[in-house]
């Protein structure tokens, strides 16, 4: 455990700044799979994927959480599941705090008016040099 420990260090020391404090620091991330590791709560990726793939991809792919170490191994939660797969919305959801009314009276600028005055412009900027 001390080999590891000083490796660590070690580590940190080569990464970061000559700062004392940087031997403290660590990657949250894989921080948190190693003691998942050690605590046997890590999900199985592979297995994640045959029995249920949304759920593999949204471990592998979405937002880090804690709650995926509940899927499995001690302290299991029965609602991580859920959790997981609904986390983007609840990451989004206090972002949309007030609903903006649409306005009627603004009138939408057809695309192909918008297209023939670009190609109009292009053919000003060119036609002088040919």
Known sequence: MMTDIVKKIQH???????IQINSLIV?????MDELASILGVKPKLLSL????PKLAWEVYFGPYSATQFRLTGPGKWEGARNTI???RERIIKP??????QSSTNIKVVPS???KALICLGLLTIVLPYL
Request: proline content about 0%; hydrophobic content about 35%.
């Open 112 to 114: 192909f008016f918008i």
């Open 49 to 52: 994927l045959l029995t249920d």
């Open 95 to 100: 972002t949309k705090t007030r609903a903006l």
């Open 27 to 31: 990657q949250y991330i894989d921080y």
């Open 85 to 87: 797969l609904t986390q």
């Open 12 to 18: 940190n020391e080569k990464r970061y700044t000559a």
